[in-house]
């Protein structure tokens, strides 16, 4: 077996494992129970936590879009590059959107208005 059959045959191991852990509500990288709604142990969210946010300050250091990790331009500020930054402006004036027709928000405003009219 060469290095490529034996580096697939690994990949199709871990990921057998790690979903049969995720049928089972068990961590992703041991075998404790994983926190409610999530799929790590608090030890391994905490270690994960940690690694997201070194990676997230060393790309703030060096320059590098937070999202996708290519260099920004170089006379921008923000965090993100510009195509991920209208991806994330999008997204927000869509959950926007549809938090003012959801239908919560239509019932609290139906509600609105049929107490200020037992008021009046």
Same mark, same amino acid.
């Given at each position: 077996m060469n290095l490529y059959e034996q580096r697939k045959d690994r990949k199709s191991k871990t990921?057998?494992?790690?979903?049969?852990h995720r049928d089972k509500g068990l961590c992703l990288d041991c075998t404790s129970k994983a926190l409610f709604g999530r799929r790590f142990c608090s030890v391994h969210l905490a270690k994960a936590?940690? *690694?997201?946010?070194?990676?997230?300050?060393?790309?703030?250091?060096n320059g590098v879009c937070v999202?996708? @990790? %290519?260099?920004?331009?170089?006379?921008?500020?923000?965090t993100k590059c510009?195509?991920?930054?209208?991806?994330?402006?999008? *997204?927000?004036?869509r959950r926007r959107e549809m938090q003012h027709t959801s239908?919560?928000?239509?019932?609290? @405003? %139906?509600?609105?208005?049929?107490?200020?009219?037992r008021a009046a």
């Amino acid at each position: 077996m060469n290095l490529y059959e034996q580096r697939k045959d690994r990949k199709s191991k871990t990921r057998r494992r790690r979903q049969r852990h995720r049928d089972k509500g068990l961590c992703l990288d041991c075998t404790s129970k994983a926190l409610f709604g999530r799929r790590f142990c608090s030890v391994h969210l905490a270690k994960a936590r940690t *690694k997201a946010k070194q990676e997230y300050d060393w790309r703030i250091a060096n320059g590098v879009c937070v999202s996708c @990790g %290519i260099p920004k331009e170089e006379k921008r500020s923000e965090t993100k590059c510009i195509a991920c930054a209208s991806k994330a402006a999008s *997204k927000e004036r869509r959950r926007r959107e549809m938090q003012h027709t959801s239908p919560h928000a239509l019932y609290a @405003g %139906i509600r609105v208005r049929l107490e200020s009219e037992r008021a009046a």
